[in-house]
């Protein structure tokens, strides 16, 4: 940085951050605990990845337990190989399961899906109302705020999308929640990217209840996107709905992808947007930072239409652009 760019800095705010980051750096030296060890081995395995994938899509996502059964024995038998990442405990349980699958499908499949839940339970609960409030109680109890997003992306019915939005309000009317997470994609189906302003249009109709429910309740709101072509339209659905009257009081969040060299324009709309609303008198609102999460479909994308991908192509460019939008 040069000394000019330096000098024009809030001091007060670079301290406060340097005492966050600290604060931040000394809860995590403790080291990680298992779950989340487990977790990082999966991911840093191609083959995990993909077993995983199979695993949820194909075991425990079925609900006739003969096609879960059927598609374990596929996935775990005999010549077929498990992830590295798997003890020594699950490769064995999942080559018994494999086996006996067929046999005793209402036995083993229940059993294959409770060891996955497990596994991943610290990060994937059930929407149950019993299961969910012990899993916020007990986050509450060790001073953590969960932000509760409901699994599955991009609908491909209203009927769908009107049981998503519902499902969503459901979780803000509820006394334990304080904090979720939407996409556009989710609450509306058969969106047209090229047909910005009716989108926007279409979805502020559908949202501005659900926001208002959240302003209501004293539930935060992160708007959040899954594939390029949803950026622009979040954006205008994002400063649309937090524009209008009833919600200038109402402070909520949107979520920005690192991956994408269009964040670094977009943080800048959010930021004019939000110095806008403040000098009105607005509350501030809040940008999530991530990495991005949908690569994989972004690249079939680009391969399927003969275009450049839309994120950026290497590791080492999105850490950059990550760090250059902190």
């Given amino acids: 940085m040069s000394e000019q760019v330096l000098t024009g800095l809030d001091e007060a705010l670079v301290e406060r951050a340097v005492a966050r980051a600290a604060r931040w750096s000394a809860a995590s030296a403790g080291g990680s605990d298992a779950a989340t060890r487990r977790l990082a081995s999966l991911v840093h395995d191609p083959d995990g990845v993909e077993f995983a994938l199979r695993f949820v899509d194909r075991v425990a996502r079925p609900d006739d ?3 879960a059964a059927r598609e374990l024995a596929r996935l775990a038998g005999r010549g077929a190989t498990l992830p590295g990442f798997a003890s020594l405990l699950d490769r064995t349980m999942l080559r018994t399961g494999a086996v006996l699958a067929p046999r005793a499908p209402r036995v083993v499949v229940p059993l294959a899906r409770r060891r996955l839940r497990g596994l991943v339970g610290h990060l994937v609960v059930d ?3 019993r299961s969910l409030r012990r899993h916020l109680a007990a986050a509450r109890a060790q001073g953590r705020r969960l932000n509760l997003n409901l699994l599955g992306e991009a609908v491909l019915g209203e ?3 009107d049981r998503r939005l519902e499902r969503t309000l459901e979780l803000i009317r509820r006394p334990d929640v304080d904090y979720v997470s939407v996409k556009a994609s989710s609450v509306a189906s058969q969106l ?10 279409r979805l502020v109709e559908r949202l501005t209840p659900l926001f208002e429910a959240a302003r209501d309740h004293g539930v935060f709101v992160n708007l959040d996107m899954e594939e390029y072509k949803d950026l622009d339209l979040t954006l205008a659905l994002f400063a649309t709905l937090l524009d209008a009257p009833a919600l200038r009081g109402y402070s909520a969040g949107i979520v920005l992808q690192a991956y994408l060299p269009d964040s670094v324009s977009a943080l800048d709309q959010v930021a004019a947007f939000a ?13 999530r930072l991530v990495k991005g999460a949908n690569l994989a479909m972004e690249r079939v994308d680009a391969a399927l239409h003969d275009w450049p991908q839309a994120p950026y192509a290497t590791k080492a460019e999105v850490d950059a652009n990550y760090v250059r939008l902190l």
């Fill in 192 to 201: 047209v990217p090229w047909d910005l302003e009716g989108s926007r249009d």
């Fill in 65 to 67: 337990d003969r096609v």
């Fill in 159 to 161: 009927a769908e999308a």
């Fill in 127 to 129: 929407a149950s109302h």
């Fill in 275 to 287: 110095r806008r609303r403040v000098d009105a008198g607005g509350a501030p609102l809040k940008v």
